[in-house]
Nanobody
């Protein structure tokens, strides 16, 4: 079992910065690829970023490439999403998710088996 809890959401001005954190319980965190997804009102959940188990490989949605950075600290069982220069269209509930141990990482939400409850990010113009 893995429990994920996001934090760091809130209100940010466009062009500012915000860092989301996702704390994981359990002893398998360091063997799991992790991802961030988001869901805006009236829209489907969409992929934002993913990172492999070691942190050596990352993958981003085109919409956030160059602005957002995913990273992880396996000693702290935590994955981060640094959001720089956010835009109003980045407003959404952000979720972190965990892949099964030793799986690859990617954009397909159906391959992630644990999810956090989400944290709201609102970007004002």
């Amino acid at each position: 079992q893995v429990q994920l809890v996001e934090s760091g959401g809130g209100l940010v001005q466009a062009g500012g910065s915000l860092r989301l954190s996702c704390a994981a319980s359990g002893r398998t965190f360091s063997s799991r690829a992790m991802g961030w997804f988001r869901q805006a009102p009236g829209k489907e959940r969409e992929f934002v970023a993913a990172i492999n188990w070691s942190g050596g490989s990352t993958y981003y949605a085109d919409s956030v490439t160059g602005r957002f950075t995913i990273s992880r600290d396996n000693a702290k069982n935590t994955v981060y999403l640094q959001m720089n220069s956010p835009k109003p269209e980045d407003t959404a509930v952000y979720y972190c998710a965990a892949q099964p141990p030793t799986s690859g990482y990617g954009f397909d939400a159906s391959t992630y088996d644990y999810w956090g409850p989400g944290t709201q990010v609102t970007v004002s113009s």
